[in-house]
């Protein structure tokens, strides 16, 4: 009922800057969540950043000072502003969307962000 479009990955050398988007089409009520998610090789899936409707933010500590999370109500999208980006945030990253009052999860494909050395 809820699909995710991500966009935004990519290549890019340590230091450098992406952005990625996530637009939710389908039943998508207003009470919600929005926010990344990301995997490395080998390693669990862990939380990024979390945005609400009424705008309240949450960040990893790795990523708190370079990555910064928005969200459009009107086009149910989300973004993630990454600066000064390390190896160590190469994972593949996914969009979620969270619905508040059942706790219903759902999740993007992922898109792959490569930060090289």
């Known amino acids: 009922q809820v699909q995710l479009a991500e966009s935004g990955g990519g290549l890019v050398q340590a230091g450098g800057s992406l952005r990625l988007s996530c637009a939710a089409s389908g039943s998508i009520f207003s009470n919600n969540a929005m926010g990344w998610y990301r995997q490395a090789p080998g390693k669990q899936r862990e939380l990024v950043s979390t945005i609400t409707s009424s705008g309240r933010t949450n960040y990893a500590d790795s990523v708190k000072g370079r990555f910064a999370i928005s969200r459009d109500n009107a086009k149910n999208t989300v973004y993630l502003q990454m600066n000064s980006l390390k190896p160590e945030d190469t994972a593949v990253y996914y969009c979620?969307?969270?619905?508040?009052?059942?706790?219903?999860?759902?999740w993007g494909k992922g898109t792959l962000v490569t930060v090289s050395s």
């Open positions: 979620n969307v969270r619905i508040l009052i059942s706790n219903m999860n759902y």
